[in-house]
C-alpha cells in the first residue's frame, strides 16, 4: 500500500528527503483493531515535530488526523463494522495515518458526524479531542457552567484554538478571549464565537486592559507559552488555573505558587499510551462531537483543502504549519 513517512530526521521540509512516498505491506488488525481506508487526513503541528525531533531506524509514517471507511475488524470489535464511516486522531506510538489502509484502536474513533464530507470531517478529531479534555477535564469547567468567569485562549486561530473557542462558548457560559496577531485569523476568531479578540504580538496584560479586564480565571496557552509565561501569571487572578499544550524549553513553576495557581498539561494521546482504563472516553467524546456538529452547534475547522494526498502536497502542508501562519486545519484527500 502506498504511505508517506521519513526515513531521517531533522531535515527541513524543503529537502525532497524530508517526506519520502513509501510502499508498505497491507497492515492485519489486532483484537481491538479497525482497518481503515484512510479517505482524508489533516495536518497537526505534532506531525511536523515528530518529523523533525524523533530518529527512526526504519521508515516511520505520519499522522494523528484521519477519516474513511472501515474495511475489517478484529476479533474482539463491538462498536463498529465493515462499511461504518470513521473519523479519529489516533496513536502517537503506532504508524500514522498518511497511508491508504490504517489500524486504529475502536475505542479511540467515532462515527463519522453524517453532514459532513471525509475531508471536512478529518480536520476534528485531535483538535476536538484535546481542546474538549483541556477545557472540561484539565481545566475542569462543566458544560453548561463557568458563569461569572473568563478564559484566555491563546493562539486561538489555530486547530486546537478554532476548536476551544467554539466549545467554550457553545456548551459553557464562560466569557471567552482569544487571541490572533493578523486580520484575517482576528476575523477567523471572532467568527468562531469569541466575545473578544485580541493581539498576542501585544503586551497580554496591556491587551486585556485595553478590553477592561486585569485578570482572569482561566488561560489555555496553545503556543509560545514561553514567550507569554510571566504576562500570563499576571493576567491570572489569585487560585487561577494555566492550561498547557505546547512544549517550553524552560517553565519555572515556582511563580505559581504566590498566586496558588494550579498548572495542567493536556495531551490527547495520554489514554492511547498508557491503555487507560477509561480509553473509551475518547470514542465517547467523538461521537458527542458528532451529534454536535450535525445539530448545527459546532462547525468543522478546515481553513485549507490541499489536494490529493501526495508526497509533494504533504510538503506544502507542512511548510504552512511550521511558518507558524495558519488558521484552522489544513487537509488533504485520497491518494
Known amino acids: 500500500m502506498k504511505a508517506i513517512g521519513y526515513t531521517q530526521h531533522g531535515l527541513p521540509i524543503d529537502d525532497p528527503r524530508a517526506l519520502v512516498e513509501l510502499d508498505l505491506p497491507e497492515p492485519t488488525p489486532g483484537p481491538h483493531d479497525l482497518l481503515v481506508e484512510v479517505r482524508a487526513v489533516s495536518v497537526n503541528p505534532v506531525d511536523t515535530k515528530v518529523r523533525r525531533g524523533a530518529q527512526v531506524s ?31 486522531a489516533g496513536d502517537i506510538t503506532r504508524p500514522g495515518s498518511y497511508s491508504q489502509l490504517h489500524l486504529v484502536d475502536e475505542r479511540i474513533v467515532g ?10 470531517a478529518a480536520a476534528l478529531p485531535l483538535t476536538s479531542i484535546t481542546a474538549w479534555e483541556l477545557l472540561f477535564d484539565r481545566l475542569g469547567v462543566a458544560e453548561g457552567g463557568g458563569q461569572g468567569e473568563t478564559l484566555l485562549i491563546v493562539g486561538a486561530a489555530g486547530g486546537v484554538g ?10 459553557t457560559g464562560l ?16 467568527e468562531l464565537g469569541a466575545h473578544h479578540v485580541i493581539d498576542h504580538g501585544r503586551p497580554l496584560t496591556e491587551e486585556l486592559q485595553r478590553i477592561g479586564l486585569d485578570q482572569v480565571e482561566m488561560v489555555a496557552s496553545l503556543t509560545h507559552t514561553d514567550r507569554h509565561y510571566a504576562h500570563l501569571i499576571e493576567a491570572l487572578k489569585p487560585q487561577g488555573r494555566l492550561a498547557l499544550i505546547d512544549d517550553p524549553e524552560q517553565l519555572d513553576a515556582l511563580p505559581l505558587k504566590r498566586k496558588s495557581l494550579s498548572l495542567h498539561w493536556e495531551l490527547m494521546f495520554t489514554r492511547a499510551i498508557f491503555q487507560t482504563t477509561d480509553m473509551i472516553r475518547q470514542h465517547d467524546l467523538l461521537e458527542r462531537v458528532a451529534a454536535l456538529i450535525d445539530e448545527g452547534v459546532l462547525k468543522t475547522t478546515m481553513a485549507e483543502h490541499f489536494g490529493t494526498l501526495d508526497v509533494n502536497n504533504m510538503r506544502r502542508a507542512h511548510a504552512l504549519i511550521e511558518s507558524g501562519r495558519s488558521r484552522g486545519k489544513v487537509v488533504l484527500e485520497g491518494f
Not at 521508515?59 to 484521519?66: F, K, T
Not at 462515527?111 to 471536512?120: C, E, I, M, T
Not at 466569557?175 to 471572532?190: D, F, N
Open 175 to 190: 466569557t471567552v478571549i482569544g487571541t490572533a496577531s493578523r486580520p484575517e485569523t482576528q476575523h477567523w476568531v471572532s
Open 162 to 171: 478554532s476548536m476551544l473557542t467554539q466549545l467554550a462558548r457553545k456548551l
Open 111 to 120: 462515527h463519522k458526524p453524517a453532514s459532513l464530507g471525509f475531508a471536512q
Open 58 to 88: 526504519e521508515p516511520r509514517v505520519l499522522g494523528w488526523d484521519a477519516a474513511g471507511i472501515v474495511r475489517a475488524v478484529g476479533s474482539e470489535v463491538s462498536l463498529f463494522q465493515p462499511g461504518d464511516d470513521v473519523f479519529y
